[in-house]
């Protein structure tokens, strides 16, 4: 069976993250993935849920999560997290946020010293480079975002 040198690499990226593992040439696969290669964006989008010590029918602010609510503000105050928060999906279990990166490397290596990921209360659902490609506003600047045909 053939595969191709694209799809190794999209399967190689995937494993990488599902064991935490944070490859350059795994993140650079992930980077430059059609079809969007041409554009540059420094934003990433990640996903949090539950981990192993997520206290199931506490509210989120009675979850240790002390350490995570001051990285963030912390990443909030040098400009790295543009945006981030809990989404309502009724336990408050599941957070995401937009932050600025170099790359996926970069943001990876980020959200790893997000205390609540270290701590297991968290897990990293999703961390993918966003596109913005419409919108300002809120620390959100579209004008960012270079790509192909852009002004």
Request: aromatic share 10%; charged share 15%; proline share 6%.
């Amino acid at each position: 069976m053939k595969v191709s040198t694209g799809r190794l690499r999209s399967v190689a990226a995937g494993l990488f993250f599902v064991l935490g593992i944070v490859s350059p040439v795994a993140a650079a696969a992930q980077e430059t993935a059609a079809p969007f290669a041409g554009f540059e964006s420094p934003y990433y989008v990640f996903q949090f849920g539950p981990g192993e010590n997520w206290i199931e029918g506490r509210a989120p602010f009675e979850q240790d999560l002390a350490g995570h609510f001051a990285y963030m503000g912390q990443l909030a105050s040098e400009g790295v997290l543009v945006h981030g928060g809990p989404l309502d999906r009724g336990d408050g279990s599941h957070a995401m946020g937009v932050i600025r990166a170099d790359n996926l490397a970069h943001a990876h290596e980020i959200m790893a010293q997000d205390p609540a990921l270290q701590a297991d209360v968290y897990r990293l659902l999703a961390l993918d480079r966003w596109i913005a490609l419409a919108g300002s506003g809120d620390g959100i600047d579209a004008s960012e975002v270079v790509g192909p045909g852009s002004p």
